[in-house]
């Protein structure tokens, strides 16, 4: 009995509040938004300005504000290992597109089991980074995996060095990032009619031709997609070439790491880090200007 | 010579068998449809012709060549497909222009045809817009325009009008006509739309399951069925099952509620010399009337009441049920005789207006 009434009076009170928030659709919108937008705020906008603020400084807070941070980016020590650091982002970028390309297409075009394929791809994301980088050690070491195999195939004589290197850092990084790239690569292929290619086809175009000339045009979001997803978290790795290139293949994002947790160096980490951000985001914006245009500029004057 | 030669071609997926045996051939500038319902293997038959399907046996000459075996590209056919297929990512200049660029033909001349076949679908001006901007009816003919400007030896049509509405249909079919009339080259059209197929087409092939039930116009099938799938299918068709009294060479005499009537049935005996077959007649051979008539051996009559009534502007449709069978009767509205919902009525149609099928009607 006295749960009915307290039901029907919880109903009454439900619906005057649903009453009350029809008619105020400005409070709505922000009890929606609100905590999303909170949240982002709490923990994004703020460090980010925080971090944009030391980076101005000359030690912790209270301290005289300074340039010398970003100064000492374009010290030659620095300046080398952004670009070693560039390169291997690119590397790392182009081997995951192609190889991740190569393995969506094929699972999409030749095989009935898709799903498990799929799943097979995502698998490896179920356990930890850090478990995958020590994997990666055990078949690179001296004693390793990769030396055993090569040595029992007669390829190479005696243990060879693999680890600590540019190349080693590259498998990880490939190795980490293929999967990522995959899902939007098998989403737009996935997507796309396939009755254009047999379209293209009968119109003449031989396979090559109609990959080309249809599948990789038709795609080219999704590429993009998986490209942005790879290169952006390639560029900032620090794990993986502390794991795998150690001293031998130093990235940026370990010296990052270094300055905040080793050199107590905040200020200039911080510097470093506003800077590749910079860099990144201006990449982006290039690119995504680049692409724009070329739209607008084919429009009205055909080929 | 025959442009498309098809002969015993058959198609199996797995335990399935899409197409049993078809064989026919299609002459130059002739616009033929393969017409048969869902699932009676007409795509089947127009993919095998494209190159997409390889067939189980059989064998396809385009111009005197085998094409079994080939590949589309190097077929000289084109197709316009259901979902038309056009590129998105091209205009429809460079969607035309496909087909020419892959056979190398140079940058002048591909203009020049590109600009030419967009008048003859009706497009000038059209060139350099983005496939999304346009309508469904423009569509349809950009897809035109990329097959008939390879000049192929036969533009191959899978349903394409099927998405549009009915108005549009009929005038794309219109334009499809004059087109084909203009440009002379052969089409080879699969539709499940008899009303398309029967107005578009020179001849028509229609199918079932797989099989070639009959070819001929439009006029040759629907006049002159040879299968009461083939009446039914081109057209609507009552039929009933009568009770065969005598069979000769030429006709056949069957009794059908206690009247006894001769029908003209060439080649009928023997296979049905007793038992019962299917009379089949069109609903508009049929009539309606208040009083019962004197039979004379020449008209069949069927009681019945009036259960439906249904008004459709060039004429007056009604569904008559009989002990038999419901009987839809189509009126054209020239006799002043109005029968209402529920009105006794005797059905009556000549003799000589019916077919006879044995095959039984489903």
């Known amino acids: ?303 | 010579m025959s442009i498309v030669k098809v002969r015993d071609l058959r198609k199996e997926f797995g335990d399935v068998v899409a197409v049993e045996g078809a064989n026919f051939d299609i002459e130059e500038g002739e616009f033929v449809s393969i017409l048969g319902p869902s699932g009676s293997g007409k795509s089947t038959i127009l993919r095998m012709v494209a190159g997409f399907e390889s067939p189980t046996s059989g064998s396809i000459e385009i111009l005197g060549e085998e094409v079994v075996g080939t590949a589309p590209f190097e077929r000289d056919v084109n197709m316009v497909f259901q979902d038309l297929a056009l590129f998105p990512h091209l205009d429809v200049a460079e969607n035309i222009q496909y087909g020419l660029k892959q056979r190398g033909v140079n940058k002048d001349e591909r203009q020049a045809r590109t600009e030419e076949i967009l008048e003859v679908v009706d497009l000038a001006g059209y060139g350099d817009r983005g496939i999304d901007q346009l309508s469904g009816g423009e569509q349809q003919r950009v897809a035109l325009a990329r097959a008939l400007v390879n000049e192929p030896s036969v533009v191959l049509f899978d349903e394409p009008l099927a998405s549009l509405d009915r108005k549009l249909r009929q005038h794309m079919q219109f334009e499809l006509q004059q087109i084909q009339e203009e440009t002379g080259i052969t089409f080879l059209y699969v539709t499940h739309d008899q009303e398309v197929a029967m107005s578009v087409s020179d001849r028509m092939i229609v199918l079932n399951e797989g099989a070639v039930e009959q070819i001929g116009s439009a006029e040759e099938i629907y006049t002159d069925p040879n299968s009461a799938f083939v009446a039914q299918f081109i057209g609507d068709l009552n039929s009933v099952r009568s009770e065969v009294v005598e069979a000769t060479e030429e006709s056949v005499e069957v009794r059908l509620n206690g009247r006894s009537v001769r029908l003209p049935a060439p080649g009928l005996s023997g296979s049905t010399a007793s038992g019962s077959i299917d009379v089949g007649v069109r609903p508009r051979k049929v009539r309606l009337d208040r009083r019962s008539s004197n039979g004379d051996g020449e008209v069949f009559e069927i009681d019945g009441s009036v259960q439906n009534r249904m008004y459709r502007g060039d004429n007056v449709a009604y569904i008559v049920d009989t002990e038999f069978e419901e009987f839809l009767v189509v009126d054209q509205g020239d006799s002043e005789k109005r029968f209402e919902i529920g009105d006794d009525v005797y059905v009556t149609w000549r003799g000589e207006e019916s077919f006879v099928f044995t095959g039984g009607v489903n």
């Open chain 1, 1 to 303: 009995m006295s749960t009915g009434t307290l039901g029907s009076r919880f109903d009454g009170y439900s619906r005057s509040v649903v009453d009350y928030l029809r008619d105020r659709p400005r409070l709505r919108v922000l009890l929606l938004a609100g905590p999303t937008a909170g949240l982002l705020i709490a923990f994004f906008v703020v460090p980010l300005f925080i971090m944009v603020w030391y980076a101005f400084m000359t030690g912790l807070p209270p301290a005289d504000y300074t340039l010398e941070n970003f100064l000492r980016i374009f010290e030659p020590l620095y300046l080398s290992i952004i670009l070693d650091t560039l390169l291997l982002a690119v590397a790392t970028t182009v081997l995951v597109v192609a190889f991740g390309y190569l393995l969506a297409y094929s699972m999409v075009r030749f095989s009935r089991k898709t799903t498990l394929l799929l799943l097979l791809v995502i698998l490896p994301f179920w356990t930890n980074y850090i478990v995958r980088m020590y994997a990666w050690i055990n078949i690179l070491q001296a004693d390793g995996l990769l030396n055993w195999v090569l040595n029992s195939a007669g390829v190479i004589e005696g243990s060879q060095r693999f680890m600590f290197s540019h190349e080693a850092v590259l498998v990880g990084l490939v190795y980490v990032w293929l999967p990522l790239a995959v899902l939007p690569f098998y989403a737009s292929i996935k997507t796309m009619d396939e009755d254009l290619i047999e379209a293209a086809k009968d119109l003449g175009a031989g396979p090559l031709k109609a990959f080309f000339t249809v599948t990789l045009p038709m795609t080219k979001n999704g590429i993009y997609a998986g490209l942005i997803l790879v290169a952006v978290p390639a560029f900032g790795a620090f794990v993986t070439p502390a794991l795998l290139g150690g001293t031998g293949s130093v990235m940026i994002g370990m010296v990052i790491d270094n300055q905040f947790n080793q050199a107590f160096n905040w200020n200039f980490g911080a510097a470093l880090g506003v800077f590749l951000s910079l860099v990144v985001v201006a990449s982006i914006m290039v690119a995504a200007l680049a692409g724009v245009e070329e739209k607008i500029l084919k429009r009205p004057g055909g080929e």
